[in-house]
Structures are given as structure tokens and as C-alpha cells.
């Protein structure tokens, strides 16, 4: 065996998604953040394109995209579907966590590799970030709003027309216990063919 597998399996099966509202004021170095990043890259990608990107905002940015959420939610949010705490809690979110990280896919250029591909592969660099969170004690939540998919957020990111913003990840401090996860069995969603 190479590592320790039932770390390794205690640390997969730890990994919680805990909400910014339930970070404490405790702050995350921005080196902290380096290593989840340092991390995420290590993913694997079809064609090496190494598709992931991301655009991390802290300190006074956190404000920008706060405001920027606001924004986005009155804007491409159905005027009767608008719900006050909705937005209140899209807009303090930012502000709740320490850092903020934009996650995004980069297109190729010649488009040799799928696009669902491309964004597998992001993924599996979120499922290293979530991984190294757990590892470090920190809270995190991958979230994807409806507006993320928007042109406005690719202007506002900055990313090109085939690019694409696949969500937020928030870190932070949890305030409360760790929580506990739960999962259907394997005999639920595996089907074994042997002949
Ligand atoms: C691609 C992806 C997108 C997600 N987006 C949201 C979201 O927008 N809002 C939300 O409350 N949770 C979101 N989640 C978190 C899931 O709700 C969470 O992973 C699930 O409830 C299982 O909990 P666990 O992460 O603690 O195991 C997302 C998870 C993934 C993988």
C-alpha cells in the first residue's frame, strides 16, 4: 500500500459541505488558500488541457462580489420568484466567509476535448479542494446560482465566450461541530456484471 488507506477514507468521508452562515470569524491565510489551490491542479484532465481556473476574492474583493450577487439576483431573478432573504443571504455570504473562490473552466481554443469533459475535470479539482479543506479543519461550500451562467458573470470574471463559471467555493472557520454526512449504501447504486 502507498498511503494510509483508511485515512484516506476517513478524510473522504468527512468532507462536509458547511454554509457560510455557519463560519466563525476565525480568518483563513491567503498561504492556506494556496495549498487547497496548489491541490485542486493536481486533478486530472483529458488531453492535459488543465481547463481549471480561478479567480479568488478576499479581504475588500469579497465586498465587490457581494454587491455583485446583489445585482445579479435582482437582475436575472423572476421580480415575484425575489425572495428578501434570499438576497440578503446571496449578498452577506462573501462577506461571512474568508475567501471566495471563483471556479471556472477555461475552453481550448481548438475545442479538441469535450466541453463536459473540461468541466469533469474542474470538478474533480473542486473534490481536491473540498478534500484539502477537511484536512486543514475548514468549512467549504461549492455553490452554483442560477446567474453564474450568465454573461454577465463571464464579463464580470473576466472569461472568454466559451469559458465557463462553474460556481463558488467558500472557505472559512466552522463555528459549530464538525457535522455528520450520510450516504445510500453501494448496493443501491452499483450494479455488478460478471458474465
Ligand atoms: C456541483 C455541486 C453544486 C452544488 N451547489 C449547491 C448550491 O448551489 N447550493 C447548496 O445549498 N448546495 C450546493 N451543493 C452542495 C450539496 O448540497 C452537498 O454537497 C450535498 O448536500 C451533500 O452534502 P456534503 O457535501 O456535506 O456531503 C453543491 C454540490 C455540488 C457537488
Redesign the pocket.
Known sequence: MRHNLSEVTELIKD???I?PEFFSTRKVHREQVELVLNNAIWAPSHGMTQPWRFKVFMEEGKDKLGNFFEEMYLKHVAAEKQNPLKLARMQNRPKAASAVIAICMKRQEEERISELDEIMAV?AA?QNMHLTCTAYGLAA?????GFMKTDDMKEFLGLGEKDRCL?FFYLGYPENEW?K?RRKPIEYVTEWIQE
Not at 461550500?141 to 446560482?145: I, K, R, V
Open positions: 468532507r462536509r459541505t454554509y470538478a473542486v461550500f461549492w455553490s452554483t446560482p460556481g457535522p454526512g
